[in-house]
Nanobody, 123 residues
Framework: QVQVVESGGGLVQTGGSLRLSCAVSGSIFSLNVMGWYRQAPGKQRELVAVITSGYSTNYADSVKGRFTISRDNAESTVYLQMNSLKPEDTAVYYC?????????????????WGQGTQVTVSS
């Protein structure tokens, strides 16, 4: 079983910064892709940024140049540095961890989500 715990959300003014953290624990054999998604009220969940175990990254166009995703493979942790925040960045941010876990003698795929952390940007 894999646990995913986010932290670092909060209330910030337009132009401000926040740093989200996500710690992954459990019977992890390997973590391939870790990422951040967000869901604003009345909207579908959307990709914000992802990073592979080899540190390749992909960002939503709306956050390119403002957000930076990074990861610490040794600590199974992923971060999202958010700068120049805008009111439209307001959403619940979810961490996702995809990889494989060890279950007894078996290695199984895993796709785990955190509970989410609220980010609110005031105008």
């Amino acid at each position: 079983q894999v646990q995913v715990v986010e932290s670092g959300g909060g209330l910030v003014q337009t132009g401000g910064s926040l740093r989200l953290s996500c710690a992954v624990s459990g019977s992890i054999f390997s973590l391939n892709v870790m990422g951040w998604y967000r869901q604003a009220p009345g909207k579908q969940r959307e990709l914000v940024a992802v990073i592979t175990s080899g540190y390749s990254t992909n960002y939503a166009d709306s956050v390119k140049g403002r957000f930076t995703i990074s990861r610490d493979n040794a600590e199974s942790t992923v971060y999202l540095q958010m700068n120049s925040l805008k009111p439209e960045d307001t959403a619940v941010y979810y961490c996702n961890a995809r990889g494989v876990v060890q279950s007894g003698p078996s290695i199984l795929p895993s796709d785990a989500w955190g509970q989410g952390t609220q980010v609110t940007v005031s105008s």
